[in-house]
């Protein structure tokens, strides 16, 4: 009789819980059908599926969302959307009617509440099944799918879907310290969305690759784990975390019934760390729930390609001087050039620089307004806006270790530094600037190179030793060197830059001479021992307009970030489009 009159309440529970589900649907869906959201701003694109979304009840009934969808959606908005989600479809709910407006994503609930909650929660993680007509609550654990985290060390303090928080056992009060909205303590009892260390972060917003992870564990936690066709390959895929990866594959490999992709990207980019919005939020529920017909498998979608690589061009240019030398008339200077053309022209004719994904060159002078400059045959200096023409011509660091930095003394190599340092990245002595190229850290060290000592081993060892140590995937090592008009290295040279490559770098440039010397591939690695001039203001007419750009591809695996491939092309070029003067507008040689 006492078991009878349990299944008899439990019949009793799942018709009121689905009526309960009827009425919030009906009522969402006259609300919709009066306003048509007509009062909320929503893009074009999405106006459509939104409603659909209101229409079928996916959307709760009073659940304040704002008045433009086109906002980022917050971390507590998305739990209660996900979490409504995943009991809806279970056919079963454990908040009542009345308390779902305290429930609201702008809500914190006080003591009393948490203790209800407490118990519902118990409720709901020990017994729940779903019946093809009815709920028998009570009959079996629910499966949520999801069993693992994802965290690693360097996502600590961006991932904020990746660690569980546990509640005390038998504890009444919230499991996390910043909120006690019950949505956040829903989400993470599913397993759908996490916090760390103990604070759920119910205002944040909500990167893409987070809401990836969210998606899938929801769907995950409707027994649905594997996606139905090929995962989508973006051209940023270097950028998804990788704890994240996974859960990128299965949203772009997971259709609706219409064959839309739970999440795609836009213009082949997935952007990763990108606002996921409110309307975005809405149309994934909704494609969700469209999803849950399909039964079909992708094999092997988890190991889908393009997701462990990146490949990266880095280009590299020979010696710039911006300006004029002290003694240098006007007439068919630079300063004359960058007056008529403006600081467009000077790299414009090479289209290297603009299609890699870092450019470098030799930043030989000084940009200053100092008249002190030091007693040698040439000293050159350029106007400070001259800074300007970097970013113009798409480069984005300079290595000032070379012997004109110091022709205006202290002050104009100061002043150059000032000038230089809001536009592009330096590399030169103590200098050790790391760049991050497509997720890839690239350090760069520079020096002069005149004798190969104690001392210059020193500053290699220690240079490699640093980057590595700051975080550098890939080290590479300009030098000037060697002897000017030279066509071939000296001894010099190619012990320092075999040093370079014996210590751990992974790429060799030099600059000095002003004419082009060799390449070498040693051990694998690249050396240039000599680009030659560029965009060149030291000389109104060189004799040799010959010089080089050098573009190195480095493909690195992103789980080792380590090399798995190198390609590199010495490109010829000339440093005046004409030949009977100096334009100073470089072209590639005919």
Request: charged fraction near 20%.
């Amino acid at each position: 009789m006492v078991e009878k009159a349990k299944k008899k309440a439990r019949k009793t529970l799942a018709l009121g819980l689905a009526l309960l589900l009827c009425v919030g649907m009906l009522s969402a869906f006259f609300q919709v059908r009066a306003a048509g959201l007509s009062e909320i701003s929503i893009s074009p694109w999405a106006k459509k599926e939104v409603a659909a979304a209101y229409e079928i009840g996916l959307i709760a009934e009073g659940f304040g969302l704002g008045a433009d969808y086109r906002l980022p959606v917050t971390r507590l908005q998305l739990a209660r959307l996900a979490t409504d989600f995943v009991i809806a479809e279970k056919k079963s709910s454990i908040i009542s009617p009345d308390e779902t407006a305290a429930y609201s994503a702008e809500t914190k609930i006080g003591s009393s509440n948490v203790e209800m909650y407490s118990a519902e929660i118990e409720t709901l993680s020990a017994k729940t099944e779903v019946g093809s007509s009815e709920v028998d609550a009570g009959s079996e654990e629910i499966d949520i799918g999801v069993s693992e985290t994802e965290t690693s060390p360097a996502e600590v303090e961006t991932a904020s879907e990746e660690t569980e928080t546990q509640a005390p056992e038998n504890s009444k009060t919230p499991i996390f310290f910043d909120t006690e909205n019950p949505y956040a303590a829903l989400a993470n009892e599913l397993g759908i969305m996490h916090g760390f260390d103990g604070f759920f972060r119910p205002e944040d917003k909500i990167t893409r690759a987070e809401a990836a992870a969210v998606l899938k564990r929801c769907m995950a936690a409707l027994g649905v784990t594997e996606a139905n066709k090929e995962p989508m390959v973006f051209s940023d895929t270097y950028s998804i975390p990788r704890w994240a990866v996974e859960a990128v594959k299965f949203v772009s490999g997971r259709t609706d019934s219409f064959g839309t992709a739970l999440m795609s990207g836009s213009a082949g980019l997935f952007s990763s760390n990108g606002n996921f919005t409110i309307e975005q939020a809405i149309l994934t529920i909704l494609r969700m729930h469209n999803s849950l017909s399909v039964t079909e498998v992708f094999p092997d979608w988890r190991e889908v390609s393009g997701y462990n690589h990146v490949q990266l061009a880095l280009t590299f240019g020979g010696d710039c001087t911006f300006g004029r030398g002290k003694n240098f008339s006007y007439s068919g200077s630079f300063d004359e050039m960058y007056d008529k053309m403006g600081p467009e022209y000077f790299f414009s004719g090479i289209s290297e620089f603009f299609d890699d994904d870092l450019t470098m060159v030799n930043f030989e002078g000084t940009l200053t307004n100092s008249n002190s400059a030091a007693v040698k045959t040439f000293v050159f200096k350029g106007r400070p806006e001259y800074a300007q023409i970097l970013p113009a011509g798409s480069i984005d660091i300079v290595t000032i270790a070379n012997n004109h930095s110091m022709d205006y003394l202290q002050k104009g190599f100061s002043d150059t530094i000032e000038h230089l340092s809001p536009v592009v990245a330096i590399s030169g002595y103590e200098r050790l600037p790391i760049v991050n190229v497509k997720g890839v850290n690239v350090g760069f060290a520079s020096n002069v190179g005149w004798g190969f000592d104690e001392g210059q081993k020193r500053f290699i060892r220690n240079s490699i030793e640093s980057l590595r140590a700051a975080g550098a995937d890939l080290v590479v090592f300009n030098y000037h060197w060697g002897i000017e008009r030279a066509y071939r290295s000296n001894a010099t040279q190619r012990a320092i830059a075999h040093y370079c490559i014996d210590q751990g770098a992974d790429l060799v440039i030099g600059h000095h001479p002003h004419v082009v010397q060799e390449t070498e591939t040693y051990k694998g690695k690249q050396i240039a021992y000599s680009l030659g001039n560029l965009v060149f203001g030291g000389n109104h007419n060189p004799a040799d307009k010959n010089c080089l750009i050098f573009r190195q591809n480095f493909t690195l695996d992103l789980d080792s970030r380590k090399i798995v491939s190198e390609s590199h092309e010495a490109i010829p070029y000339r440093v005046s489009s004409v030949n009977y003067r100096n334009d100073y507008h470089p072209v590639r040689a005919s």
